[in-house]
């Protein structure tokens, strides 16, 4: 007979899976939440819910379950009955925020991003991307065809290196070079911190026209206008000389291994002695370790497979990065952990 006792489970162990059932649960609460205009509504000093509801022409009652569910995901306090405030963690979805998430929530809840994750499971049988499937196109070409879509992408993208623009120009010696090139920089969120912190240092930012939209004003909102060109291209056809640094920020993840050594190449073509190319990313450990600051709770492996179901990348391992920088002439000198943006690490590659 068996053991009952030998089939109990660990109430732990099912507390876990029940959260991760209702992760897309909760990640429709957040957006719905920054569609309403919550946590501007509510802010710092409690708000009463069917004041918040009026404000945001919602009913009383579905607005107090709403409030009392973010609540629950630690985003709000009810501070006595039916009377919210936003917690730090909640008010990082105002909007007005230097350091706001909304726009990078407001992305990763996208129907466009969303969908595609639905064949996760087709995606893992075929190799094939997901997304190019369910719209009919690939993903940079739907974003080039819907203004709006585009723009809310390249704010979430500002948003999402607002961490790394903070940490980054203090991490690496900029000062022993005297120009950068960020490659696919977008609105030169990355770009514009270094070139604060470094005087000395000139630079261009090379994106597509769309990715470019917002770049000429975060220049002349750091007034960097003079230092700084912006260079609307394509990476995988050519990638301007004149700099010693080369910048790859969160672009390499987005491409197949064929595809980011295409970009690589690129930049070895135009390296000059003793310049050096800069990627940016995260470095997945050889063997996944539970423990280490690396999996970030999952998400970078979580961001392995949104690669693979929306636009055909992935993120990679050091053994990964050596052999896309040997197949584009590069050689891979040395990987560091970026201090104050986990899970990203400083790739540093020269001409081989």
């Known amino acids: ?86 917690t730090p963690a909640g008010a990082l979805l105002h909007p007005e925020r230097p350091d706001s998430l909304a726009s990078f929530v407001g992305m990763f809840t996208e129907p466009a991003i969303v969908r595609a994750w639905e064949h996760l499971d087709d995606s893992v049988r075929t190799g094939e991307i997901a997304f190019d499937s369910v719209f009919g196109t690939d993903f940079f070409s739907h974003l080039a065809q819907d203004p709006e879509l585009s723009s809310a992408f390249n704010a979430a993208m500002s948003q999402a290196s607002s961490e790394t623009a903070a940490a980054l120009p203090h991490a690496f010696d900029f000062g022993r070079f005297t120009a950068v090139t960020d490659v696919g920089g977008g609105d030169g969120t990355l770009l514009a911190a270094v070139l604060a912190a470094h005087p000395g240092l000139k630079g261009v930012v090379l994106d597509t026209a769309e990715g470019l939209a917002e770049a000429r004003n975060t220049m002349a909102r750091d007034g960097l206008e003079g230092r700084c060109s912006l260079v609307a291209g394509d990476f995988f056809h050519t990638v301007p000389g004149g700099s010693d640094l080369y910048l790859v920020k969160s672009v390499l993840h987005d491409w197949s291994d064929d595809q980011a050594v295409t970009i690589l190449r690129h930049c070895r073509e135009v390296l000059p002695p003793g310049g050096l190319v800069l990627i940016v990313e995260p470095v997945l450990p050889e063997v996944v370790d539970t423990t280490a600051d690396v999996t970030d709770g999952g998400i970078t492996y979580l961001s392995d497979l949104n690669m693979l179901v929306n636009v055909g990348g992935r993120e990679r391992t050091r053994a990964d990065f050596e052999e896309v920088c040997r197949r584009a002439g590069l050689t891979l000198t040395s990987v560091t952990p970026l201090a104050g943006a986990a899970p990203f690490a400083l790739v540093e590659a020269v001409a081989a």
């Not at 004041?51 to 306090?77: C, H, I, N």
């Open 1 to 86: 007979m068996t053991n009952p006792e030998a089939t109990l489970t660990d109430p732990t162990d099912r507390d876990l899976i029940a959260r991760l059932a209702f992760g897309s649960m909760a990640a429709q609460t957040l957006r719905a939440a920054i569609r309403l205009g919550v946590l501007e509504l509510v802010g710092d000093t409690p708000r009463h819910a069917a004041e918040v509801a009026a404000e945001a022409g919602a009913e009383a009652q579905p607005m107090t379950r709403l409030l009392r569910a973010l609540t629950g995901l630690g985003l709000l306090r009810e501070v006595s009955p039916d009377s919210f405030s936003a």
